[in-house]
């Protein structure tokens, strides 16, 4: 069963909704009727239903929006039951209604948004989805305007692992009163200008341990033979075989792109001089990490920020703040 609000509006534009449904047909002709249902059900009631408890005289409205890109996305079959990946159901379904006052005003624009964030979030490999809803409903009730929304949502998909949104995202909390911006980086009461410069200097702010990135593609990993890095000033072009990658890392997350063997040969293999092995070790400034790789073959890179290890032993690549 529907609520009363959203069988009401089909009910009294029922003509008007089945004609666009067969123009949505005509548009995409693999279009599953029953898929498309369910996701009214699932998807659209819900936050149908809030926008009508919220400001009841813009359901109508806002039900003709989220219809049209319902038919849309389940056309492109992003959404429904046979979506590849069911986040953005999720996102309709418990999300959206989260913002019910914004939708209300902007329901395109807003929909737009959290359904280009779901989709890419859900794409990107090690990314935390379900980290970055839980996070931007936490902080629904002090969103009051579109802007806000794009630029908080893209501070919290970094943090959600994201690592390479992280300038973008630097320069999005800029535009946000300062209370929200903090309250996206989980710090209020802090100081906004003064955690900017610390997040803006250091990508390893909050994170002294650094993490390990990539596996076995054979096991579901990213390398299908051990890697090799070289360090640019973005990340680190990497080496696997006969495929070269880009990896961007720090605090939040690790994402990996696409190279060519052109930016892997042009890329450095120097490091720093407070940077060095020694044995099973290594020596970064006044601290040494012992690592669990046999002696003799581990090799290391490092940019501005980050040292890289590998060795001929592990799929992994252990990456390690250097400030």
Known sequence: MISPAFASILASGRAQFNGRAAEARRRFP?????AFGAFLHDGVDPLVAAVDAAAPERAGSVTLAAYDMALELVGHGLAGPAA???FLNGVWRALAPQF??????????????LSNAAIHLAGVAGARPAQWQRELAALAPQISAVADLRAVGQVLAWRAGVAHFRLGA???ADTLPPALALAAF??????WPHVHAQLLANPWRGNAEGREFGSF?????????????????????????????LLVADACGAVLHGATAEEYAQASSDVPASVR???AAVQIGARRIELDLPAGEIAIAANAHTVAITSPYTHAIRLLPLV
Do not use: I, W
């Not at 693999?30 to 029953?34: C, E, P, R, S």
């Not at 019910?100 to 948004?113: E, I, N, Q, Y």
């Open 30 to 34: 693999a279009l599953d009727m029953a």
């Open 217 to 245: 593609s054979g096991f579901g990993g990213a390398f299908g033979t051990p890697p090799q890095v070289r360090a640019t000033a973005e990340g680190f072009v990497v080496c696997s075989g006969e495929r070269h990658y």
């Open 84 to 86: 590849k990946n069911p």
């Open 277 to 279: 092995l020694e044995g």
């Open 170 to 172: 630097l320069a999005a």
């Open 100 to 113: 019910a006052p914004l939708l209300a005003t902007a329901a395109v624009d807003v929909l737009g948004l």
């Open 186 to 191: 989980g710090e209020p009461g802090a100081h």
